[in-house]
């Protein structure tokens, strides 16, 4: 089936630094999505991208919508300790499925 | 807010005990999912559903069956619990909206997870 490659899939950053991540697809999607989830629960959605080229922000996070609409990437700036999880993104394909496919996570670790 | 609850957060069974974990959602919405999520593998679609008493096979159903007797519950049932089995269960669910002319699926909001454990 479809993957969506995440990467890192892992990154030490120090507080205060600046974070990016992004997904990769072969395929065509028509909606982003990206959540953070902590140790023990479940993913809390963090940005909704519905258009190519679309720029959204949510505090100190931004994320877009690439332009083929095969990507999108996901920048927290100025980290903090509290930014420390794993961080999904999800990709619903044009077809109209209600189906979402994921990614496998980058795992964020913040040093104080 | 839109709030999905699990039953259980944490959850033993024993080998070949049928297992049912339960999803309850306050919004109305018409899409119900259930996941698997193990480590290195991501979120797996185990089955969701688009209307009550509908249901479809995701992409790893073997094992499993659900159903959605009511808009707001989705139950997912291990018939005969399997040690492979052991993983976290999320539930998630997801309104439809219009975007011009083509009907949209919103965003996914999870439940908080069922940890289970099949000795």
């Known amino acids: 089936g479809q993957q969506l490659n995440q990467s890192p899939q892992s990154m030490f950053i120090q507080e205060g630094e600046d974070v990016s991540m992004n997904c990769t697809s072969s395929s065509i999607f028509n909606t982003w999505l990206w959540y953070k989830q902590d140790p023990g629960e479940g993913p809390v959605l963090l940005i909704a991208l519905y258009k190519a080229g679309e720029l959204t922000s949510n505090g100190r996070l931004t994320a877009q919508f690439g332009i083929t609409r095969k990507d999108s990437f996901l920048n927290i700036s100025a980290s903090i300790p509290s930014d420390v999880g794993i961080y999904f993104c999800a990709g619903q394909l044009t077809s109209g499925t209600y189906k979402y496919i994921f990614g496998t996570g980058t795992r964020l670790k913040v040093l104080a | 807010d839109v709030k999905v609850t699990q039953s259980s957060r944490y959850l033993v069974k024993r080998t070949g005990e049928k297992v049912f974990l339960e999803c309850v959602q306050d919004?109305?919405?018409?899409?119900m999912f259930w996941y698997r999520q193990d480590p290195g593998l991501g979120l797996r679609l185990i089955y969701f559903?688009?209307?009550?008493?509908?249901?479809e096979k995701g992409d790893i159903p073997e094992g499993y069956s659900v159903s959605r007797e009511k808009k707001e519950r989705f139950s997912l049932i291990l018939e005969s619990a399997s040690t492979n089995q052991t993983s976290m269960y999320l539930c998630?669910?997801?309104?439809?909206?219009?975007?011009?002319?083509?009907?949209?699926?919103?965003?996914?909001?999870f439940g908080p997870g069922t940890r289970l454990t099949v000795l």
């Open positions: 919004m109305d919405h018409e899409n």
């Open positions: 998630a669910s997801s309104s439809n909206f219009l975007l011009g002319w083509q009907s949209r699926t919103d965003t996914q909001y």
């Open positions: 559903s688009y209307d009550v008493k509908m249901k």
